[in-house]
């Protein structure tokens, strides 16, 4: 009798091994399904551009601009569930990509590096998004992406500002450093 082993239950050996495989495959179906707001060829515009701030922050304005004028053409779309789809995860890849544009700003401010190029077009781009949030209607489908979007729109303003005036005082006050990618040590 001390050489027996207790019988298992093929039920449950199977519950058991169909909950492995759920528990194992859950992270793979998270990263299948999150969403990137590049494409390849803006990754590799971007990294190309990685050490010239003024040409970086350009190309995040202008793919912001790009998924700003998809928005607003979706709007012009008869409404249905599969274009509040497609707006919610514009909007989305919109956030994703001013919270990007944010980061990088403070970047390149920390490291007082002469960004006032960019910052005029960019304050103009800045309104331009604003303007296309602020003519979308609200919709149950995508009405948690679009306010997530227009408090991003609304901080990066703000920071552009601040940023601009901060610069303005700053290579006023050191000119020699005009035109510089980052702080050099003196």
């Not at 399904?33 to 190309?59: F, M, S, Y």
């Not at 998809?70 to 890849?93: M, P, Y």
Request: glycine share 2%.
């Amino acid at each position: 009798m001390g050489n027996q082993r207790p019988s298992r239950d093929p039920h449950m050996r199977t519950l058991s091994t169909f909950l492995l495989c759920v528990l194992l495959a859950e992270p793979l179906y998270a990263q299948k399904n999150k969403r990137d707001p590049l494409t390849e060829a803006e990754k590799d515009q971007i990294a190309e551009a990685g050490v010239a701030p003024v040409e970086r922050l350009n190309l995040y304005v202008k793919i912001i601009s790009q998924h700003a004028d998809t928005i607003q053409g979706l709007v012009k779309r008869a409404r249905s569930a599969a274009r509040a789809h497609r707006i919610d995860d514009e909007l989305q890849d919109f956030a994703a990509l001013l919270d990007e544009l944010s980061s990088n700003l403070d970047l390149y401010a920390d490291r007082k590096g002469d960004i006032r190029k960019s910052m005029k077009p960019m304050t103009e781009a800045i309104a331009h998004w604003q303007s296309t949030l602020n003519s979308l209607t609200s919709e149950p489908g995508f009405e948690v992406s679009r306010q997530d979007s227009i408090d991003a729109i609304t901080d990066l303003a703000a920071q552009t500002k601040q940023i601009t005036s901060d610069q303005d005082a700053y290579f006023k006050a050191h000119p020699d450093e005009k035109d510089q990618d980052r702080a050099e040590p003196k």
